[in-house]
């Protein structure tokens, strides 16, 4: 018997949940902004009031929207105080969870090379830029950080941009220039401390590190950044949780 290959089926509420991502890509609403109501967009789009809301709920547990309990459903944002550490996961061990202050070190125009053009999804020799940086925690720096971000979506990035903001730097990318971090994948390793990292962090060379590399994407999945965050946790843990 010749096998017959299932459809490629979405259902109702799936197909409206794309709907409206692609308003969010195309700049309709932007991070902040309240979105029409249930039934407004149930009008739009043509289908029930219940199906609009099941595509609500499936892109608020991603944490692309978020809903206020009688003010309306708003797309997140890293400005807003719950989100503004949303992806921060290295914690100090006395399990406070104080915000890190940030120092720039650099920032450079390069062009990408075969692994910075992989994880951005770029060609090889694309423009980017190389943001370096250390967090700090209670006045000690614990985190070397090495950001790449395609420049063609940060055009006119310069250093005293990022030294006069005072937010987070994903809310930084979001006010400045409307590139959202929606959710992001981390690759964890143990590593020993360059003789450049380690001179920033105050260690020796050959430390032990906790390298983690993160791909950030905004919506339509499109990778955006790509950091290496180097990690001393002597007295700090990485932290995440699972349900």
Request: charged fraction near 25%.
């Amino acid at each position: 018997m010749s096998s017959i290959a299932a459809p490629n089926y979405r259902p109702l509420y799936d197909q409206i949940k794309i709907l409206i991502t692609q308003s969010l890509v195309a700049g309709e609403w932007k991070p902040g902004d309240v979105i029409p109501s249930e039934m407004e967009l149930a009008n739009r789009f043509q289908v029930s009031q219940g199906t609009v809301r099941k595509a609500i709920d499936a892109l608020a547990a991603e944490n692309i929207l978020i809903r206020r309990q009688g003010k309306g459903t708003f797309v997140a944002s890293h400005s807003q105080e719950r989100s503004s550490t949303r992806f921060l996961r290295v914690f100090p061990d006395t399990g406070t969870h104080d915000s890190p202050s940030s120092h720039l070190l650099s920032l450079t125009r390069e062009r990408a090379d075969d692994e910075s053009a992989s994880r951005l999804d770029v060609r090889v020799g694309a423009g980017i830029f190389c943001i370096k940086r250390l967090l700090f925690f209670g006045g000690v720096p614990v985190i070397h950080d090495e950001i790449h971000i395609p420049s063609i979506l940060f055009k006119g990035l310069d250093e005293g941009m990022i030294r006069n903001f005072t937010g987070s730097l994903y809310s930084f990318f979001e006010s400045r220039f409307g590139v959202a971090m929606i959710r992001a994948e981390e690759h964890i390793k143990a590593v020993a401390a360059s003789s450049e990292v380690a001179h920033h962090l105050g260690l020796s060379p050959g430390s032990p590190l906790l390298r983690v590399d993160r791909v950030a994407f905004t919506y339509g999945d499109k990778p955006v950044e790509w950091r290496r965050g180097l990690c001393h946790t002597n007295t700090f843990s990485y932290v995440t949780e699972m349900s």
